[in-house]
């Protein structure tokens, strides 16, 4: 039998559905399959009228004694995209069968221009999807269809059943979901390994500030990546005056939170490989400092550190999977809060490569703390380098939430990223380091650089072309990641409201990419 998601509940439903259940000369569903289910897809067109069963779901249906089609023919073969249909009590094994629109089989040329892999997404919706719905029934246990890819697969579902519950005194237990097909194995744990990054990335940045503390952070670092063959070095306030931080250090004087420098290393190459370093900003609060930010929406400021989220997440990645690459992560950690010993507006900073910085916006602080971060990367003599921010409110003005904003010094590097931001799922889009907006933050008698520059627009661009100035020699791509931060369920159905962990996958995808080609 069937329902649509709205009326899933296995007790409600009606015995004249019921009628229609196949039971294979069973008066019941068995009590060992109440709670065990499986998600199936089938494709369909954009009407959802013509339906045809994958080859998974074809079995299935012909194991349940084609209750999968009958049932489809008495609701005049109606399946929508991105929708499910529930059957109960219609399979020996399985209590509960969940069947999802997963959209065209043949995608059209227009259906690839919109930034990601079409095909990819509908499997990961699908996926996060038809695993919702067995949820919603109670099963405990699901086993899910490939749908032609299990990597994407794999991800939709660990992403689309993640919540964040850590400080509910009640938790719901995560179900078991296991790939249903006995092939595609390798594919389907990879995509296990990068969502389970991407979740860590998301739990971080939800977390509440005073749960997440540059401290408390350092040392649930400290405690995942010391199992996976990364070396960490947790670096404090002395050190970063040895370093001669400047930004670093006014940034978090306001602050009676201690900062941290985190120093990740990944030795998964040959000892000759040069390294690939890795950024990320980790304001673990952003209140804004003196130029204090308004109160609405303040609280979500404890994302500030998603940047340093998504590295640390992608090394967990990237040494799980054994990449042979060299990575190196940095994280600078700090709260930006507004005291008596903050940075003040007008103050004259120097950065570890001896540029002096005027502050004329404290709120503009991840930069400051980049810019160290960046001086210390070129003592790696890196490969690469690449930093991650929640660094502008101007990057959700210019494109919103629909992509992360990057910004490249090497076309062949940026093409790598988009291809791998189009392969996981999480668009990208280019901006300019034109020489004009780096000409807007100098050229004053009394300083080097001032941290917003002059003039009005631009400030993503601005923000990337004051971090130019501090960037090692070499490849270097900044990644401008604000409008990405939190998601709102429109774009993707498999990553729910709220922080999002973009683009973890992609970062990970990126260095595998990286990694072949080297090879």
């Not at 023919?73 to 929708?83: C, V």
């Not at 683009?503 to 595998?512: D, S, W």
Request: hydrophobic share 35%.
């Amino acid at each position: 039998m069937y329902t649509h998601r709205s009326a899933i509940c296995l007790t409600r439903l009606t015995s004249a559905l019921q009628k229609i259940t196949i039971n294979h000369g069973r008066s019941e569903c068995s009590t060992s399959n109440l709670k065990k289910g499986i998600v199936v897809g089938a494709y369909v067109d954009e009407k959802g009228e013509n339906i045809k069963l994958t080859n998974s779901a074809e079995k299935v249906n012909q194991d349940s004694n084609n209750v999968i089609m009958k049932a489809l023919k008495i609701g005049n073969g109606f399946l929508k995209k991105g929708k499910s249909r529930v059957f109960y009590n219609a399979n020996e094994k399985y209590g509960t069968i969940a069947l999802v629109g997963i959209g065209k089989e043949e995608l059209d040329e227009k259906d690839f221009s919109d930034g990601v892999d079409p095909k990819k997404q509908n499997v990961r919706n699908a996926a996060a999807i038809g695993c919702r719905s067995l949820i919603d029934c109670g099963m405990e246990d699901i086993d899910l269809s490939s749908m032609g890819d299990s990597e994407s697969a794999a991800e939709g579902a660990m992403l689309g059943t993640w919540n964040f519950q850590e400080y509910k005194k009640e938790q719901k237990p995560s179900p078991k979901i296991s790939l249903f097909e006995n092939s595609d194995k390798d594919e389907w744990s990879r995509g296990v390994v990068k969502s389970n990054a991407q979740n860590w990335s998301r739990k971080l940045t939800e977390s509440a500030a005073n749960h997440m503390t540059p401290t408390l952070f350092s040392k649930e670092v400290e405690e995942v990546l010391g199992n996976q063959n990364v070396q960490v070095v947790v670096h404090d306030k002395c050190w970063a005056e040895e370093k001669k931080m400047g930004g670093l250090l006014n940034v978090a004087k306001g602050s009676c939170q201690p900062l941290a420098f985190l120093e990740m290393t990944y030795s998964g190459g040959s000892k000759d490989d040069k390294p690939i370093v890795l950024v990320g900003k980790g304001v673990t609060f952003d209140s804004g400092g003196i130029s204090i930010k308004p109160s609405s929406a303040m609280g979500e400021m404890r994302a500030d550190m998603m940047g340093a989220a998504n590295v640390v997440s992608a090394i967990s990645a990237i040494a799980e999977l054994q990449i042979p690459v060299n990575v190196v992560g940095l994280t600078p950690l700090c709260e930006n809060m507004p005291s008596s010993s903050a940075l003040k507006p007008g103050d004259v900073i120097v950065a570890m490569n001896g540029k002096s910085i005027q502050v004329d916006n404290t709120d503009a602080e991840g930069r400051l703390i980049l810019a160290d971060a960046l001086c210390y990367a070129a003592t790696f003599n890196p490969k690469l380098t690449l930093d991650l921010a929640t660094l502008t409110g101007a990057m959700m003005v210019a494109i919103g939430g629909a992509a992360t904003g990057v910004f490249s010094t090497a076309d062949k590097i940026w093409n790598d990223v988009q291809c791998a931001g189009n392969y996981t799922g999480d668009r990208m889009w280019r901006f300019p380091l034109w020489n004009y907006y780096s000409a807007l933050l100098s050229g004053y008698s009394g300083f080097d650089l001032d941290n917003i520059g002059k003039g009005k627009g631009g400030g993503a661009c601005t923000a990337a072309a004051f971090l130019k100035e501090f960037a090692p020699p070499g490849d270097w791509v900044h990644m401008d990641i604000a409008g990405v931060m939190k998601s709102n369920g429109q774009d993707s159905s498999y990553i729910s409201s709220g922080m999002s962990g973009q683009p973890t996958r992609a970062l990970v995808q990126f260095i595998l990419d990286i990694s072949k080609q080297s090879s």
